[in-house]
């Protein structure tokens, strides 16, 4: 496995989209802290960046490389190798590339520019954002054998999750105004990652005072060590449950 | 004839001269110490006549209530301590014409029956009471019925940490023509706080750190509060149901939480406010039900509001302000707009300004679009900062449809005020 994994993390380094992506990313960080003299700004705009850029570059990439990885995954196949190793090697390799271009991009101004807490929780959930994302590239890239349909998925995936996500809750909201549905939508709100990442970065800036009973609700469960201990055990389940979905169907998989 | 005249214009001087030194030699200087000829502030208080002084010493001074019955001159040398033991109230000011100085003042009782200060006035007139030390107190120094008071300088500290355990710092109630003056009150429930309080300047105070309220008044009309300091009070400064305040050069400050306000204006009507600075607070200014209040020249600076107007303010004047750095500058709850805006600087306003007389000139609509769905559904909150939602707001700007179209500064300014 470990010769696998050392071939796709060399080979993804190599790609010039990856490097592209980690230049963009220092480009942003960089230019948010420079241009702005208040940090807790900046942070806000940088994380609306984050938010945006990282899961939709991890599902896009993550899609494309496994597609066009076809030909070498049936070769390795081929080899005695067990399939979950080879299916394993390839997210690990995935991800681990995608992490670094994180922490290179992002990880290296947060940490100079905002105070450690703020950034170690941006890091951190951001490197599990990205794995997040390379997990249901992985499943939408096994459910369709074709390249569009499966590229198609992961944009339907990424669109749901950064936008009609939001939106669901948004309506909800209205819905359901006359009810006591804070705590309900709180936890509605942990079941999408990118949500979940935003509102603990929120709870950082203080910002909970603003959110009125649904952020006493969140500060109290999710503003303390339990909590922050709950919201990454979720953002880890968001990376399980998907990889081993894909890593059942690549099994069983006719290639 | 003349003679006479110059005689008796003669014979009333000396008479008055008499008069005045005799007045003189009457009022004396009584001691108060261990080694002086008084023991105790209570036997020379029993030996003293109006216009006395009586100077206390250096010591500690453990007697119970001292009541003050007569207008005397209490002076304390080298901050004598006056300790209430947790039990009395220190001293009680039941007569004219009193003042109280360099003493310091700790531990009075604490009692919810009848509210007992480390200083109280009933029924008086003309006291002064200037450079005192309050430590540990219940209420610390309680007017009631005063007129013509002037508390200078004293330095108000208390520890409490509950509420219901802690009076207030200065509590005037029911008086008239008070100059509440550089006094800085700590750790008390509200700092300042004043109840029917009449024709009052209140002038140079800090008040920081207190479990409440920094200020927070009622009934308290005609008053003026001219360069205070109000810092992370528990609920920062509350006044209701006022008429004609003036509040100029102010600071409000870092009061933050759920229902925490800068200042938070209810019922309160034809108001002036100017020069006054607001920064990180969850709400500058927060208007509900009140009207003809003009502010003007005023920072509002890294707040989460700057101001929430409800529906039922009107004729307010919001104009020559200073909006910066918050996350959302203003918000109301309704359709219905009868406040003006104008002239104020928006540091979120994207027009142009071609004949560069410093005016914008495209009208600013400042409500966004998801501060109106945030005030309609505080829950929205947890939505802040998402895709969607800048999305949303994008667009609102763009081609307005549900932010009420009234709500708008027609004349939003370039550039900063000065302030």
Redesign the interface.
């Known amino acids: 496995m470990r010769r696998i994994l050392k071939y796709v993390i060399l080979d993804i380094i190599k790609n010039k989209t990856i490097i592209a992506y980690t230049i963009m990313l220092a480009l942003f960080s960089w230019g948010t802290f420079a241009l702005e003299d208040?940090v807790s700004?900046s942070l806000?705009s940088l994380?609306?960046i984050i938010?945006?850029i990282v899961p939709l570059m991890s599902v896009l990439f993550a899609t494309i490389y496994v597609y066009n990885s076809s030909e070498f995954i049936e070769l390795l196949v081929s080899q005695p190798v067990k399939r979950s190793k080879i299916w394993n090697a390839l997210f690990t390799g995935l991800s681990i590339s995608l992490i670094i271009a994180y922490l290179v991009g992002a990880g290296i101004p947060l940490l100079l520019f905002s105070d450690t807490g703020t950034a170690l929780i941006m890091i951190a959930a951001g490197s599990l954002l990205s794995a997040i994302f390379v997990a249901v590239a992985f499943l939408s890239s096994i459910i369709t054998r074709d390249k569009a349909k499966g590229i198609g998925i992961s944009i339907m995936l990424w669109l749901y999750f950064?936008?009609l996500f939001?939106?669901l809750?948004?309506f909800l909201?209205?819905q359901f105004?006359d009810y006591p549905?804070?705590k309900i939508?709180?936890l509605l709100?942990a079941l999408s990652p990118?949500?979940l990442f935003?509102?603990l970065v929120?709870l950082q800036l203080?910002?909970s005072?603003?959110?009125?009973?649904?952020?006493?609700v969140?500060e109290k469960f999710f503003g303390n060590q339990w909590g922050l201990l709950i919201s990454f055990t979720l953002l880890a389940l968001w990376i399980i449950i998907p990889f081993y979905l894909s890593l059942k169907k690549f099994k069983k998989k006719n290639l | 004839m003349r003679i006479n005249i110059n005689l008796a214009r003669k014979l009333v001087f000396i008479y008055c001269l008499v008069c005045f030194v005799h007045q003189h030699s009457l009022s004396t200087i009584l001691y108060v110490g261990e080694k002086e000829q008084f023991s105790g502030i209570k036997k020379a208080l029993a030996a003293s006549n109006n216009g006395d002084t009586i100077i206390i010493t250096k010591g500690i001074y453990k007697e119970g209530n001292i009541v003050i019955d007569k207008s005397v001159c209490l002076l304390g040398r080298d901050m004598p301590v006056l300790d209430g033991e947790l039990k009395y109230e220190i001293l009680s000011i039941k007569k004219d014409s009193v003042t109280i100085k360099g003493l310091r003042l700790q531990n009075s009782g604490r009692s919810a029956m009848n509210d007992p200060g480390a200083i109280k006035i009933y029924n008086a007139s003309y006291i002064l009471i200037e450079n005192n030390y309050l430590h540990n107190n219940f209420f610390g120094i309680f007017l009631q019925y005063a007129t013509h008071c002037i508390i200078k300088n004293n330095t108000l500290k208390a520890s409490q940490k509950e509420e219901y355990q802690s009076g207030n710092g200065i509590h005037c109630w029911k008086s008239d023509s008070l100059q509440v003056i550089g006094n800085r009150i700590y750790g008390h429930r509200d700092g300042i706080y004043f109840e029917f309080v009449t024709h009052s300047v209140i002038w140079r105070n800090i008040a920081h750190f207190n479990l409440r309220y920094g200020l927070h008044f009622m009934f308290s009309h005609q008053n003026a509060y001219i360069t205070n300091y109000f810092k992370s009070n528990g609920a920062g400064v509350a006044v209701m149901f006022t008429k004609k305040v003036i509040m100029i050069n102010n600071t409000f400050e870092e009061n933050?939480?759920?229902a925490?306000y800068g200042v938070l204006f209810k019922e309160l009507s034809d108001c002036y406010l100017s020069g006054n600075r607001f920064y990180r607070n969850?709400t500058g200014i927060f208007f509900d039900g009140s009207n003809r209040i003009t502010a003007e020249r005023n920072l509002f600076k890294?707040n989460?509001?700057g101001m929430r107007i409800q529906a039922n303010c009107m004729d307010n004047k919001i104009s020559r302000n200073n909006f910066m750095?918050n996350?959302f500058d203003v918000t109301t709850n309704g359709t219905l707009t009868l406040n003006e805006f104008s002239e104020n600087y928006w540091d979120k306003y994207e027009g142009y300004d071609l004949d560069k007389d410093k005016i914008g000139d495209v009208p600013f609509h400042p409500l966004s679009l998801f501060s109106v769905?945030v005030e309609?559904?505080?829950?929205?909150?947890?939505?802040?900062?998402?895709?969607?939602?800048?999305?949303m707001d994008k667009s609102e700007k763009i081609v307005p449809s549900l932010t009420p179209e009234t709500f708008v500064d027609n004349k939003p300014c370039m550039v900063p005020h000065d302030i």
């Open positions: 208040n700004k806000l994380l609306n938010l945006l950064s936008l939001d939106g809750v948004l909201f209205f105004s549905i804070e939508v709180v709100s990118v949500d935003r509102i929120l203080d910002i005072d603003m959110m009125g009973y649904a952020g006493a969140f | 933050w939480g759920d925490a969850t890294s989460g509001w750095g996350i769905i309609r559904n505080p829950p929205a909150m947890l939505l802040f900062r998402s895709f969607m939602v800048s999305l």
